[in-house]
């Protein structure tokens, strides 16, 4: 697939346990578990271009000192995976 094929079934796994998440708790949680970590751009591209992940919605919060925006994201429900 791609040279990002351990963060997203890491990134699967932690939806998998945690329901959902946003971006930024995601990609602290990648920057956690492995010693290489990953770039924001990485897990924006993992999130947005897997089909397993959905977009949830928003919430507008402090993250790094400041307010931003961020992406809440969840898994994907089997339905949406079965061919029709």
Known sequence: MSKTN???EEVR???EQTGSANTV??????????RWGATMNQVGNILAK???F???????????GSTYTVC?????????HAPI
Do not use: C, M, P, Y
């Open 13 to 15: 796994s932690f939806l």
């Open 50 to 52: 897997d089909t397993r």
């Open 25 to 34: 708790e995601i990609f602290d949680h990648l920057n956690e578990r492995f």
């Open 54 to 64: 959905d977009k949830i919605g928003h919430v507008r919060g402090q993250f790094r």
């Open 6 to 8: 351990r963060l997203r």
């Open 72 to 80: 809440v994201w969840g898994l994907r429900s089997l339905e949406a």
